[in-house]
């Protein structure tokens, strides 16, 4: 069954840490790529970062130097480290899979990527 389920999401102040988790089922861990992208409402969603099974990792612009992707081989999971968060990263997270590889650009298009978990909120204040 393939499945990714996101947690760690919350509300924290600007400036402040989070750290979300997904749990990845066995059956897509081992696919090419995985990765986080985001979504405001009315907006399209955004690659954010993005390891591949080379040990490969890319980010998106805006997060590059606060976020850090990551992933543990013997739990399945995949985690992404939110620090110095901003008002403007408040979005709903989603947690990805897909058979891309992170180098190049391509990884930021979520057409590239057919597995999504139900995505988990963050909200930051000022």
């Known amino acids: 069954q393939v499945q990714l389920v996101e947690s760690g999401g919350g509300a924290v102040q600007a400036g402040g840490t989070l750290r979300l988790s997904c749990a990845v089922s066995?059956?897509?861990?081992?696919?090419?790529?995985m990765g986080w992208f985001r979504q405001v409402p009315g907006k399209k969603r955004e690659g954010v970062a993005c390891i591949d099974r080379d040990g490969i990792t890319n980010y998106g612009t805006s997060v590059t130097g606060r976020f850090a992707i990551s992933q543990d081989n013997i739990r399945a999971t995949l985690n992404l480290q939110l620090n110095n968060l901003k008002p403007e990263d408040t979005a709903v997270y989603y947690c990805v899979a897909g058979n891309i590889y992170c180098s190049g650009g391509y990884w930021s298009s979520a057409q590239y990527f057919p597995y999504w978990g139900q995505g988990t909120q963050v909200t930051v204040s000022s």
């Open positions: 066995r059956g897509i861990f081992n696919s090419a790529s």
